[in-house]
């Protein structure tokens, strides 16, 4: 079984940074695509950044120069460097990995971790 865990939300000042962690566990894996979602109230949740196992990165227009997503692959971890907070960046963001075992892709989810930024 894998399991995603997410840490290091929190409440941030508009201009300000947040780094995101999201670790997956488990054994016999391997990582296709690791990525972050987000979801603010009343919204469908979207689609922030994504990297592949190559090293490709996608990110959302919004976030586009401000948000910067890496990974470790030694250590089964991608993380989100938030620049330049928005008010409108405030969301539960979810870490997201579509993961390989024996034949087939599974993709997994995490529990979110609250991102507010005041203004």
């Known amino acids: 079984q894998v399991q995603l865990v997410e840490s290091g939300g929190g409440l941030a000042q508009a201009g300000g940074s947040l780094r995101l962690s999201c670790v997956a566990s488990?054994?016999?894996?391997?990582?296709?695509?690791m990525g972050w979602y987000r979801q603010a109230p009343g919204k469908q949740r979207e689609l922030v950044a994504d990297v592949r196992s190559g090293g490709t990165t996608t990110y959302a227009d919004s976030v586009k120069g401000r948000f910067t997503i890496s990974q470790d692959n030694a250590k089964n971890t991608v993380y989100l460097q938030m620049d330049s907070l928005k008010p409108e960046d405030t969301a539960v963001y979810f870490c997201q990995g579509d993961i390989g075992i024996g034949r087939f892709t599974y993709r997994y989810w995490g529990r979110g971790t609250q991102v507010t930024v005041s203004s």
């Open positions: 488990g054994s016999g894996f391997s990582i296709s695509v």
